[in-house]
Structure formats: C-alpha cells, structure tokens
C-alpha cells in the first residue's frame, strides 16, 4: 500500500526523491541510447544497399521509442544494445558490397530481420500508450517487463536465425576455400577433396543416383494436393510434411505435388527427389542429398557442410523431397542428429522441403517452422475413390457386386486397395477375393519378397518394429487387445480392458504418433484400420489371461443392458452400448464358444445383451447360441435364454 502511495504521489507531479532517482537512471541509460542512436544514424548513412537502410530505419525507430520511456529502464537498456548489435552484425556483413552482390537469401535475412524489428515496435508502442508517469502504468508494470523481455527473446531468435542464414562466423575465413568449391561443384572441373582408392570412412559412395520417379495416378486426394500446393507457391521457402501410416499413399501423394506444372514452374529441374529408406545411418543419409544434387563424391571430413555450401551458393529456388524419412529418423540415438539437419536446411531461405513419414506428428517443430495451415496427416479413401481407384487397374470388375464389401474389408487403405486389384486384374473376381480375404487376411497382399511397397505384412511390420513401439513397454499388447475389437474401443473402457497395462495412455499416445491407431472425429473412440487389425490378429494374438480380462469387461458392460425405457440411465446405457455393437457380438460369441467348463457368466452376458437388443433393434442369433450352450451345459440359465429368445422373435 505504501508502494502505492508513493506512485500515486509521483504521478500527481509532487517532487519527490524517487522520481529524482528515476531521473537520474533515465539520464544514465539514455547516456548509452543516444550512442547507439548515433551509431545506427551513420550505419544507416554509410549503406547504400535499400534492404540494410531498411533494417536500421526500424531499429533506429525501436531506440527512439525506448529513449521516451521512463520505467524498466534496464530491459529498455538491453533493448538498445541487442538492437544496435543487431545492426552492427549486418553492416560488417555487407561492408564494402555493393546491392547487386548481396545474394537472394541473404537479402531475404534482412528482410525477415526488419519484420522482426517491426514486430517489437509494434509491442513497444503498445507498452508506451499505457502510460509511464501514471497510476496505470505502474499497474502495468508486470505486463509491460514480460512484453519487454518477450521482446528481447524476439532479437535474440532473430540473431540467431541471421547467424545461421549467413554464416557469419565462418564467412571470412571460408571465403576463398567456399568460391573454390562452388567452382568445381558448378563447372564439374574435379573433386572438393582428391579421393583415394578405397571408400571414405564416413560416407557411401557406391549409391545410385536418385531419379525422380514418375507422377502416379491417384484418386480421393485432390483437396490434400491443392492444399499442398498453395502452401508451397505461397511460402518461399515452404516446409510441408505428408503423414499417415503405412500404406496410405504418403509417396504418391508427395509426388503428385512435386510433379505439378505450377511447382515445375516455380522450380524448374530443382526439384530433387531424395529416396531416404535407403538410410540406414546418418552419414549415409547426408550422402543421399548430395547424391540427389549431383555433388560429385568426396572424402571430406564434413560432407553436409558441402551440401550446405552447395546450396546456400545457388540463387536459385530449389525444393528436396524427403522421402521415407522415418528410416534414418528411426535409427538408435540418432534423432537429434536428423533434427538439426532439417533445422539447418530449414535455414536457407531458398530452400523449400517436403518430407513423408510414418506418423501423425509433425517432427522437431521446435526447430522447423512448419508452413501453415499445417497439412493434416493422410486417411483412408472415401469409397467412391477407392472404387476408383481400383477400377482404374482391373476396370473388368466394375459389375462384381461385392467389389464394395471387398474395400469395405480393406478400409479402402489405398495400398491394400492396389494390392487386390493386381490380384483382380490377373483373373480373380472381388467375390473370390472376398471369400480368400477372409482366410488368408494380409498374407493374401504379399506380392514383394520383403519390399514395403508390394507387401501390406512389411509395410505394416515396418511399423510396428519402429523403435518407438519397442521402446514402450504394453504397446504389443494393447494392440493385440484392441485387434478383438472390430468397432474399435471407447477411451473410458480403457483402463478396464486393460487392467494389465498401467501405464495405457503413454501406449496410445505412442501408437497414434507412428500412425497405428486412430482417435474418432470427437477423440471418444480408439481404432485400428482393418488391414492393421488383420495383421496383429494372425501375428500377434491376444494371450489367454489378457483375453480373459477384456471378457468379463465386456460382461460388465453388457449387464447394463437390462434396463427398460424410462429407468434412469436408459438413454445413456444405450448409447454407449450402441457404439459397440459388433465388440459385443464378437467378444460373447467367442466366450461362448470357449466357455466349456463354467459358461454361466458368457450366458448371463448374452441375456443382458439380448435385453438391450429388444429395445433397440431385436436380433435372434446371439441369444440362440447362448440357448445352446446352457443346453449342453445343463444350465440354470437354459429357461432364461428360451424366453429371451421367445420374446425376441415375437417382437
């Protein structure tokens, strides 16, 4: 209260000792702002390049605005000199050049460096408009030292970046040795560094030069691609990342883009595909780049450093597609290594990048500016595009009546969808294919011998070995829960279909990260496409014990079904049982079939659950079943499963 008193006295104007103390802190820091004042005046004189003029026009105006503002002194103080440091930096970069040697991305560093400092002047001149001398500013003064300090954070991220951008610590001494490398590697006249006769120690120089592959047919993606595109036109250096499983035509879709007319105008030949499944390390994933950019091959000791050098030397726009690249980024330890390559590449303002990767999350976005919207990752088809698609390679099929249960089967997963209709279009019909689906499941799509691109089991495999699903103990093991659940499994029956695995919400924060599993639109539901599904059914099956606990859940869930209309909870019983259905049948068929020795508690399920039925849409077969049994089993519950079933067929 005191405190305020005091403020409140000095904002009347009455003369008071602190405002002779603020006075004279003003007088001490504004000692140093008229220096920098000064200094930046003749930077901004001295350049006769427009786009350094520009930048010290702003900061000029930044140290102007800070010099009329009497509190926070010293971030107003550290404001100045991260400023005119700024500024000093840039001149010492272009000292002596004249504008038309200032090449494109380092034009465009400055550029961005002057909508940083226009940034923080708008923040400051909001600070100044609250007043300084008043009740109002002093209730504002935590506010106004968290925007200051937010300002500051600005200036340093923006002297990093330019740092970065430029090179600046190694710009001079690197000048000669960078126009000797940029000669070679433009004339083709020889080697960086003279090679000897066996292979260098870091790199792989027996690759095969990367050539774009050709631009697929593909259906059902048209507003993905659109998007995409505009990202890319619309950014100058654009980083987009296609997402989704395994399967669901991440490839094809990056290709797409690439190959558009309007991104073949905007890059011309500099569009550079970079096929990364094929590495296995980092020093060979640094080399495929440099194979992809036709760098001749070297024994240097940094090789991303020629690749980096290469490309910061091109005025020319230029987009990478990183393909696959959950190989290297999936390599023990070295996640960190593939985070600061993307940032780096990220760096140069004339690059622009597409990756695909297994997954629904963007990677390293600490590091890599996403463009935005950020792209959503891929789904499976709508059943007319999958249809589509598969007519477009065995078109013989369009009069099968079962070609839509057939991709209702595959999820219309487009890889799956490519599959079968190989397998149409060499003579099988959608019927046939139906009735082998069933028996074989995904083993019926291996048409590889081990190539991802040919084998639903691999591309699958690919990610359920990922060192992310290794790495998290349970992970198996729900999946092979949830394989048994066919409509998928709400997220509160969690914890009770697995009581096995504490630790539920790290696995499915894991498995929906690499794209294995799926939340429902409104995030209440949890599921697995069908080609998945099949794959953990016949490799991973659901041991005894674990089979026996998602059981008695389901028969805890289906003793809620004996409520009539009207009881309390009716509504909301049949709701959350009706999103389960095809669970409920599945899981009380198979008890019922195993239940050899004490079938009462599947029988009692099947009773409650054909009560629930009778109120919603009455279905005979379940209970019929459940009559056989207790029939077989001499049990008390064989009356109560007749009249259930009488009074169903009634209905």
Request: proline share 5%; aromatic share 6%.
């Amino acid at each position: 209260m005191r405190l305020l008193l005091r403020r409140n006295s000095h904002a009347a104007g009455s003369s008071s000792a602190g405002s002779s103390i603020a006075k004279s802190a003003g007088i001490a820091v504004l000692g140093g702002t008229v220096t920098s004042l000064t200094l930046l005046e003749k930077i901004a004189d001295a350049s006769n390049i427009p786009v350094v003029k520009g930048a010290a026009g702003a900061a000029l105006e930044i140290i102007k605005l800070l010099q009329t503002m009497y509190n926070n002194k010293m971030d107003c103080a550290d404001l100045v000199q991260r400023s005119t440091s700024l500024m000093v930096v840039i001149l010492g970069m272009f000292k002596g050049k004249k504008e038309e040697e200032i090449s494109h991305h380092l034009r465009g560093a400055v550029e961005r460096l002057t909508v940083t400092f226009h940034e923080v002047l708008h923040d400051l001149r909001k600070v100044a408009q609250r007043g300084d001398r008043s009740l109002i500013g002093f209730l504002y003064t935590i506010d106004n030292a968290n925007t200051l300090k937010g300002c500051a954070m600005r200036l340093d991220w923006a002297m990093q970046e330019f740092q970065v951008t430029s090179n600046v610590d190694s710009c001079l001494k690197d000048l000669e040795r960078h126009n000797e490398l940029v000669a070679e590697i433009r004339e083709g006249l020889g080697r960086i560094v003279p090679r000897a006769d066996g292979p260098s120690a870091n790199t792989e120089t027996n690759l095969p030069t990367s050539v774009m592959p050709p631009e697929p047919v593909i259906f059902g993606r048209e507003a993905f691609i659109e998007q995409a595109i505009e990202l890319i036109l619309n950014n100058v250096s654009a980083r987009i990342a296609v997402l989704g499983p395994g399967g669901i035509g991440k490839t094809c879709a990056a290709l797409k883009i690439i190959h558009d007319e309007r991104i073949g105008a905007r890059f011309g030949k500099n569009r550079i595909w970079v096929p990364c499944d094929q590495a296995t390390s980092i020093p060979l994933f640094v080399e495929l780049i440099a194979k992809s950019l036709d760098l001749p091959s070297s024994k240097c000791n940094d090789r991303f450093k020629e690749v980096i050098i290469f490309l910061e030397s091109s005025q020319e726009l230029l987009v990478l597609l990183l393909d696959n690249l959950e190989t290297p980024w999936d390599i023990d330890g070295q996640q960190s290594n593939i985070a600061q390559i993307l940032a780096r590449l990220a760096a140069i303002p004339t690059v622009s990048f597409i990756i695909t990767m297994r997954g629904s999350q963007y990677p390293v976005p600490d590091k890599v500016r996403w463009s935005q919207p950020a792209l959503a990752p891929l789904t499976p088809l709508e059943l007319s595009a999958g249809r589509d698609a598969f007519l477009w390679i065995a078109p013989s099929s369009a009069s099968d009546s079962q070609l839509g249960t057939l991709l209702k089967e595959l999820d219309c997963m487009p890889l799956a969808v490519t599959l079968m209709a190989r397998l149409a279009f060499n003579g099988e019909t959608p019927t046939d294919l139906l009735s082998q689906w069933k028996e074989e499941r995904t083993a019926l799509l291996d048409q590889s011998g081990g190539d991802r691109g040919n084998s639903i089991e691999v591309s699958i495999k690919l990610s359920m070995m990922s060192n992310a699903v290794k790495n998290c103990p349970g992970a198996i093991a729900f999946l092979s829960i949830l394989s048994k659940l066919p409509a998928g499994s709400l997220l509160s029956h969690i914890p009770d279909i697995c009581p096995s695995i504490p630790n539920w919400r790290n696995v499915i924060r894991t498995l929906k990260r690499v794209a294995l599993i799926y939340e429902s639109a409104d995030q209440s539901l949890i599921h697995m496409l069908s080609p998945v599904r099949s794959y953990v059914l016949l490799h991973h099956p659901l041991e005894a014990r674990k089979l026996r606990d998602l059981q008695l859940a389901y028969f805890r869930i289906a003793s809620k079904g004996d409520l009539e209309p009207g009881s309390d909870g009716f509504l909301l019983v049949h709701k959350e049982i009706s999103m389960i259905e095809a669970n409920m049948e599945v899981i009380l068929l198979e008890a019922l079939h195993i239940a050899t020795e004490e079938p009462d508690a599947a029988i009692r399920a099947s009773i409650h659950y054909s009560s629930y039925l009778y109120w919603s849409h009455p279905r005979s077969e379940l209970i019929q079943a459940a009559a056989e049994v207790a029939k077989g089993a001499r049990s008390n519950l064989f009356a109560k499963c007749l009249w259930e079933y009488g009074t169903t067929l009634l209905k």
